[in-house]
C-alpha cells in the first residue's frame, strides 16, 4: 500500500448494523480504519448519497435478497454506496488514481463513515468546482435513470418521442426526467401534487397527481416508452399507454417480502411474449463511464441533482430514517460534522 493515513486517526466512527431491521438497528461505533486491498484505495468521506437500496440492505427485504448479503445480518456492516471523497492510500495493483486525488463513485458498502474502502475501478475524478455533495447524489440515482432511459431506446435526439416517469419526484425520477427533456423527449410526469412545479422546471410538459389522476385516465398507445419506478401500477393497464414499438422499464424493485420483484418480472416476461409492446425489468449496474458523463453535464448545469436534505454523519440514522419512511423528493445527503 502506498500513501498512509492519518497517523492521529487508526479510528474512525462509522455506523453499524448487527442484524436487520429498521434504522433503530444502526449504532455508531469507533471501528478501526480500514486498509485498501488489492484493487481498493482508501477514501476520507466528503459526502454520502442515501438510495432506496440502502433501506432494501438494512432490513434485508425482501428476503431473497440475504442469500447475497447474508442470511442472518448483512456481511458489509455499513450502510451507505454513493460517496465522494479524496483519495488517502491505495492499493496494490491501483492505477491511474493517487493519494489527494477527489473522486466520486458508487461502493459496495460502507460509506456512513468517516472513511471507506472502494474499488478504484468504480471511481471517477470529481470535476473542479463540482461540490462533493453534488457529485455524490449522482451516482447510484443518475445512472440508473440513465440505463433505464437506454433500456427504454430514449437516446439523444429523441424529438417527438413521448415519455411517461412514474414515481418522477424520487432521486432516480427526477434525474429521468432532466434527461429525457435534455434528450429532446416530451416528458409526462406521475407524482405528488407539491411536487408538479419542481418536475415542470426539471423539464416535464406535463404533471399529474398520482393521488388523484389514474393510469386508466391517461391516454391509451401514447408513449414510446414509460419509466415505472413506483412500481404499483397493473402492468396490462401501464401496458396499454404504449405505442407499437414501444417499451415500458420496470425500475422499481418492489414486490412481497419473500421473493421481492421476482413474480412480477415474470409476469412482464409473459406479457411481452408476441407482443408489440414490449416490458422490461431493469437492473441497473455500477457504470463509472456512465457517472462521468453524468458529472460532466453536472459540471455544465444540464442537469442539477435534487437534493431535499443534508444530515450531518453524527445523524445518520436519521437521515435514514427519513429515506426508509418514504416520499424523499430528490436525493437525501450526509455530510462529515457535527
Known sequence: MTGKTDAARQTMT??????????EVLRAEQVPV???????????IGATALNAADVRLLRGDPLLLRLAFGIRRP????????AAGVVLAVGADVSGLAVGDEVVGELPGGALAEYAVAPAARLVRRPAGLAPATAAALALAGGTAWQAL??????????????LVIGASGGVGTFAVQLAAMRGAEVWALCGERNRSLLERLGATRTFDYRSTAIAELPAASFDAIIDIAGTAPLRALRRLLLPGGTLVMVAGLGGPVLGPIPRILRAALLSIGSKRRIRPLAAVA????????LALAARGSITPVIERTWPLTEAREALAHVDAGHTVGKVIVVPGH
Do not use: C, F, N
Open 150 to 163: 437506454e433500456r427504454g431506446a430514449v437516446a439523444a435526439g429523441s424529438s417527438g418521442r413521448r415519455v
Open 75 to 82: 456481511k458489509q456492516p455499513v450502510r451507505g454506496m454513493d
Open 34 to 44: 480500514p486498509t485498501p486491498g488489492r484493487g481498493d484505495v482508501l477514501l476520507k
Open 14 to 23: 462509522a455506523w453499524r448494523q448487527t442484524e436487520y431491521g429498521g434504522p
Open 287 to 294: 457504470k463509472p463511464e456512465i457517472l462521468a458523463e453524468l
